[in-house]
């Protein structure tokens, strides 16, 4: 028991304990995810956030301590998104045939994405700062947190909308595409990368890479698109 209590000082007391703490929680979760069969309810982000939260509160940890060592995590989102252009690469025959609507489809769904949450959130009688958060929640979190900073938002509470809405997206996506009994992958694909990001985009290649493409394609489309569209739209309402 001494030698546990030691360990834990020491890890606490090190900017690597944020690091141990993600890696052990995300893979503990991620293999209940598996063991049940990828049930939506059990995303692993959804999980893990939830986990972390918790140890964290109870241990009286301060989010900036334990970010000293999840932002080696963190830094590999970039690495992860540059890596999107494989399958892309893979499926370019398809994609450049259909770039028209795929690029029809993914404005019209960014703008759809975030006129209707700001007129929920109005209606419900959320502030003006809360609005403008969460236009742009449907777009990848530092394309997003910066297009709120800089139009009247809060760039954190986009970040966890921007969370919020991918945990949503890719626990949700499979069975709505299920529900309307949509078989195709293309389609099911910009769906998912316009409105979940990048947990839909991961979610789309757990069931296959065509679809995994066609999210990273709509994903890094939006990020184009809502930093033309979004800051226009923002001061438009």
């Known amino acids: 028991m001494d030698a546990f209590d030691d360990i834990w000082v020491y890890l606490a007391a090190s900017p690597l304990f ?50 000293e060592g999840a932002q080696f995590i963190h830094f590999l ?17 398809t994609l450049r045939s259909l770039w028209i609507p795929i690029l029809f489809a993914t404005s019209i769904g960014l703008i759809a994405a975030g006129l209707s949450a700001f007129w929920i959130a109005q209606w419900l009688g959320a502030s003006m700062e809360t609005l403008l958060s969460l236009v742009p929640k449907s777009v990848t979190a530092p394309v997003a947190m910066g297009i709120a900073e800089k139009n009247g938002g809060i760039a954190t509470l986009t970040a966890a909308f921007v969370v919020i809405t991918g945990v949503l997206g890719a626990m949700l996506g499979p069975w709505v595409f299920k529900l309307m009994k949509l078989k195709d992958d293309r389609v099911a694909g910009i769906a998912m990368g316009v409105t979940a990001h990048g947990l839909g985009t991961a979610k789309s290649f757990q069931i296959s890479v065509q679809m995994g493409a066609f999210s990273g394609l709509a994903m890094a489309l939006s990020a184009f698109i809502a ?5 226009w739209l923002m001061a438009s309402l």
């Open 18 to 67: 944020g690091l141990v703490l993600t890696l052990v929680v995300f893979q503990a979760v991620y293999s209940l995810y598996s063991r049940a069969h990828y049930n939506p309810m059990l995303n692993p982000v959804a999980m893990s956030v939830l986990v972390i939260i918790t140890v964290l509160w109870l241990s009286g940890m301060s989010y900036e301590h334990y970010f």
């Open 77 to 93: 989102l970039g690495p992860a998104t540059v890596a999107l252009a494989i399958p892309l690469y893979q499926h370019w025959a």
């Open 227 to 231: 930093a033309i569209i979004l800051p």
